[in-house]
């Protein structure tokens, strides 16, 4: 009887220690549910606004969908709107950050909104001249239509004046047409014989090549112009300066590995983008050789971007200063701080 009473207690006091055991883990259990609530809350909730989801903005998709923006302390909101409703958003305060830098950005900054270019995503448009296998040189279009997306003044506009000239021709010789709606558009107006030419991108410029179409002027590795960026309000910059930074670190680190990690890239065009694989890989090669190394703003592809729009009549009146459109202090603190040799 005295060693059942014995193994009795033994198991009273098992009995109270599986309790207190499986009491603590309950405890600890909630304890870290706790930490990763206040975790989430403790992130800064940002709205970062961009024009569509192309292949420009694969710095910004990786940085959201790796995970670059949480791992900085950001929970990251991506909304689609159009350049315009962005500039009103920005001023309003019902977004952080314009996910872009380009004429549409810069033009609202002329015009007042208190904003800057922050950062370049790449400091370089790929843009192609292609046309039809007759045509084998730049000088045998001269006369000719060639199609833009868009309008006049626009950044592809400016950028194929620009390597024009650059090629030692003149672009009065040249008549531009604008077909307004996405690159496939503009490559159906050169298919159908509306147009002579037409200045093509990723990854419409494959499908062209392939399709016979010659390869005439490679535009955008002849002029520094951003595609990409970040555009914030002087005043964040000035209030949320470790905000901003955060932001642009994340951004940055985002595109590095953009450009380390090819396989992992065109997974990601392939499912957020929908291109098929092969078209995934081509772009990508495309895309990467226009990335800007440290992500500062240069004062060429700002000028080039104002150019653009004095090439519109606008903004004519005026010498228009770096300091005027953009910001770069921040995003040199973040690429110092990265280790990147700053010339």
């Known amino acids: 009887m005295k060693i059942l009473k014995n193994y009795g207690s033994m198991f009273g006091k098992f009995h109270k220690s599986l309790l207190f055991i499986q009491l603590l883990v309950a405890l600890l259990s909630v304890g870290i549910e706790i930490d990763h609530v206040q975790a989430q809350e403790r992130r800064t909730k940002v709205r970062i606004s961009n024009a569509g989801f192309t292949i420009t903005a694969l710095p910004l998709l990786a940085a959201k969908d790796w995970g670059v923006f949480s791992a900085n302390g950001l929970d990251v909101e991506l909304i689609v709107v159009s350049p315009p409703i962005a500039a009103a958003a920005l001023a309003q305060g019902d977004i952080d950050y ?25 400091d370089r448009i790929s843009y192609w001249l292609q046309a039809p296998a007759q045509y ?42 604008g077909i307004p709606g996405q690159q496939i558009q503009v490559f159906y107006s050169l298919e159908s014989g509306f147009v002579d030419a037409a200045l093509l991108s990723p990854p419409v410029t494959f499908g062209a090549a392939r ?15 951003p595609g990409g960026g970040l555009t914030s309000m002087i005043k964040t910059i000035q209030s949320k300066p470790a905000e901003v930074k955060r932001v642009i670190h994340a951004l940055q680190v985002a595109k590095d590995e953009v450009r380390k990690s090819k396989p992992k890239t065109v997974e990601l065009i392939i499912r957020i983008l929908k291109m098929d ?31 653009s729009l004095q090439a519109q009549g606008r903004f004519t009146d005026r010498k228009i200063s770096f300091t005027e459109v953009a910001d770069d202090r921040l995003a040199t603190e973040v690429a110092k701080e990265l280790g990147y040799k700053i010339p």
């Open 98 to 122: 314009v996910a872009g830098v380009g004429p549409a950005s810069v033009a609202a900054t002329l015009s007042g909104l208190a904003s800057r270019a922050i950062w370049f995503s790449s």
């Open 211 to 225: 399709k016979g179409y010659s390869k005439i002027m490679d535009v955008g590795s002849m002029v520094e112009m």
């Open 277 to 307: 694989k092969e078209a995934a890989s081509e772009t990508y090669d495309a895309f990467q050789t226009t990335l800007s190394p440290t992500g500062i703003p240069n004062r060429a592809g700002i000028e080039n971007l104002v150019r």
């Open 136 to 177: 084998k040189t730049l000088p045998e279009l001269k006369g000719k239509k060639i199609a833009i997306s868009g309008g006049v003044g626009g950044t592809n506009h400016v950028a194929l004046l620009i390597a024009l000239e650059k090629s030692g021709a003149n672009p009065k010789d040249y008549v531009m047409v």
